[in-house]
């Protein structure tokens, strides 16, 4: 028996049809949840175990000021958590292997410790946290891998917050706004030292990549800075910088100095200006044979071409209302 051969447009038809979706068989994909969200959660979850921990929850204590000018310790981070609004950042501390020491510059620095057993690697990473008002932390952790040390360095830069003073302090500027350092302050750390040195509005920063990162954090737009002894050693030119930093609070400044150069202590709360706008109004005096309204005056000026401005000079607005006087004269005698 010959079988029948099926139609082309069968098969086709076939192809054609919709096949029944089987429940499970994609994953779905987990969702994506933000920062602020996960900060929320984090803060929500918090169980405070010191008193100002507890009061931080209460709202007791909504002023970070407050607590770093009493001289208390904090001992959790999520009290500074809570009362600003902070952005962290790894320092480029390490760097990869490469010919002639030209390896990239990268966030773990790895250190190994000879032993019997082998090689043990421990990972080490410098974090800063800042608000770009005022405020700025410094941590370092160090563990046998990469994601632990970045929360110990996280965690222990949010407890290391401090805050630091701002101002106008070059003499080449007088702007009155605290954009720079009000005074040359200097950090030591091994053999490293860095100046900090105040410049005037619109220089920028003039540092090391890694310190420029920390001055931003800390609200400090232009600056210039000196360094000496072995600077290729990061960790030291960044604690070196925290240290300089720091003597910007504990430095004793005459009352007359601080008016001098703008110091400003605590953070600068920006406010956005409302614009209201206010139809113009417009004076109409009489009509007389001499007098006109100003809105035809102000019509009259702006029609002019630019060509014909710079030709002709400027004339006051008396001298206009007295032409247009006596063309209308003109025309009631017609």
Known sequence: MIKPQRSRTSKREG????RPK??????????????????KNRLDAWNPKTEIGRKVKS????????????????IESEV????????SELLLVGQSKGKFGGGQRRVFRPTQKKTKEGNKIKFSTICIVGDHDGHIGI?????????????????EAKLNVFKIRRGCGSWECNCGEPHTVPFAVEGKCGSVIIKLIPAPKGKGLCVESEIAKILDYAGIKDCWSKTRGQTKNRINLIFA?????????????REIDSKNTFIVDESIKKEKKKIIEEPIK???????????????IIRVESVLP????????????KIGMKAKSSKSKSKSKK
């Open 282 to 296: 417009t004076k109409k005096v009489k009509k007389d044979e001499e007098d006109i309204l100003e809105e035809d």
């Open 59 to 74: 709202k007791e204590l909504k002023n970070i000021d407050v607590l770093l000018n009493s001289g208390r310790k904090i």
């Open 15 to 18: 192809s054609r049809r919709e």
């Open 306 to 317: 630019l060509e014909q401005e710079d030709e002709k000079p400027k004339k006051s607005s």
């Open 22 to 39: 089987r429940e499970g068989s994609r994953r779905e994909r987990p969702k994506k949840i933000s920062e602020a969200e996960l900060k």
């Open 241 to 253: 910088a925290e240290q300089a930093l720091r003597k910007l609070t504990t430095t004793k400044v």
């Open 139 to 155: 941590g370092f952790g160090k563990a046998k891998e990469t994601v632990p040390a970045r929360e110990k360095a996280t965690r």
């Open 80 to 87: 500074t958590e809570s009362l600003l609004d902070l952005s």
